[in-house]
């Protein structure tokens, strides 16, 4: 079993950066693919960011290309989502996400392959 605790969500205005961090339980973290989806009100979950095991590919969606940027400390347990020149439309709950599954550069974007979920961080970027 993997659990999953995020933060470092909170208020901010738009332009402004922000760090999530994840802290994942457990003494197999670097057998785990990562990644980070959210959700705001009325919308359906997106999936944003994902790692592999070894920091060595990354995913990104289209709307948080280069502004966003997912990576990970196996020493520590931990992946983050550096988020630059956010926007009002970045304001979600975000959520941290793991995988035992081998992800490839053509699956590691898709939530399905995904079953180990965080309770999410808050992040409102007002305008």
């Known amino acids: 079993q993997v659990q999953l605790v995020e933060s470092g969500g909170g208020l901010v205005q738009a332009g402004d950066s922000l760090r999530l961090s994840c802290a994942a339980s457990g003494r197999t973290f670097s057998s785990l693919s990562m990644g980070w989806s959210r959700q705001a009100p009325g919308k359906e979950r997106e999936f944003v960011a994902a790692?592999?095991?070894?920091?060595?590919?990354?995913y990104y969606a289209n709307s948080v290309k280069g502004r966003f940027t997912i990576s990970r400390d196996n020493a520590k347990n931990t992946v983050y989502l550096q988020m630059n020149s956010l926007k009002p439309e970045d304001t979600a709950v975000y959520f941290c996400a793991a995988t035992y599954s081998v992800t490839t550069a053509q699956t590691m974007g898709f939530m399905g392959m995904y079953n180990y979920w965080g309770q999410g961080t808050q992040v409102t970027v007002s305008s």
């Open positions: 790692i592999n095991r070894n920091g060595g590919s990354t």
